[in-house]
């Protein structure tokens, strides 16, 4: 009797375990998404994947967007940058997603990013950590902030 009502107390939470493993796979799935945006520069696809209102640490001036279309701001200011001081074929890979939480419509995701680049006609690379935020949008996960740490 004890193993039965056991049983059916561990088959209780197994739908909760996989919806919160689900949930997880799809927030990080939406950072790949926004990466691979960037890496396009597909600024639609981007923004896109941004709620409406989010906030960005990125180590380009002025190092902070927040409000209404922050993605989009920041990815002018980056390309700006970028064009400025000579920095071209930015790639930015997600080698690994090392942390997700998700806590109801909330999730925190930290990532290990390679960047690669030409910088003055020479191969560069870079590696960094960056950290997301993200907010359930009715099915989709948006990018809510971001941070860059060098």
Same mark, same amino acid.
């Given at each position: 009797?004890?193993?039965?009502? +056991?049983?059916?107390?561990?088959?209780?939470?197994?739908?909760?375990?996989?919806?919160?493993?689900?949930?997880?796979?799809? /927030? $990080?799935?939406?950072?790949?998404? +926004?990466?691979? $945006?960037?890496?396009?520069?597909?600024?639609?696809?981007?923004? $896109?994947?941004? /709620?409406?209102?989010?906030? &960005?640490?990125?180590?380009?001036?002025?190092?902070?967007?927040?409000?209404?279309?922050?993605? $989009?701001?920041?990815?002018?200011?980056?390309?700006? =940058? =970028?064009?400025?001081?000579?920095?071209?074929?930015?790639? /930015?890979?997600? =080698?690994?997603?090392?942390?997700? &939480?998700?806590?109801?419509?909330?999730?925190?995701?930290?990532?290990?990013?390679?960047?690669?680049?030409?910088?003055?006609?020479?191969?560069? =690379?870079?590696?960094?950590?960056?950290?997301?935020?993200?907010?359930?949008?009715?099915?989709?996960?948006? &990018?809510?902030?971001?941070?860059?740490?060098?």
């Amino acid at each position: 009797m004890r193993k039965s009502v +056991f049983t059916l107390v561990a088959l209780a939470f197994l739908p909760v375990t996989w919806a919160q493993a689900d949930a997880k796979e799809e /927030a $990080a799935s939406s950072v790949r998404v +926004f990466m691979d $945006a960037y890496n396009r520069d597909d600024a639609k696809s981007l923004i $896109a994947a941004c /709620a409406r209102e989010a906030s &960005i640490l990125y180590d380009v001036a002025p190092y902070h967007w927040s409000g209404r279309d922050t993605c $989009a701001r920041w990815l002018k200011d980056v390309r700006n =940058e =970028e064009h400025h001081v000579d920095i071209s074929n930015t790639v /930015a890979t997600v =080698e690994m997603i090392r942390h997700v &939480i998700v806590s109801g419509t909330h999730a925190y995701v930290t990532v290990d990013l390679h960047f690669s680049f030409r910088w003055h006609g020479k191969e560069g =690379e870079e590696q960094d950590v960056a950290v997301f935020t993200l907010n359930r949008d009715g099915d989709k996960w948006l &990018i809510s902030g971001m941070s860059l740490a060098l």
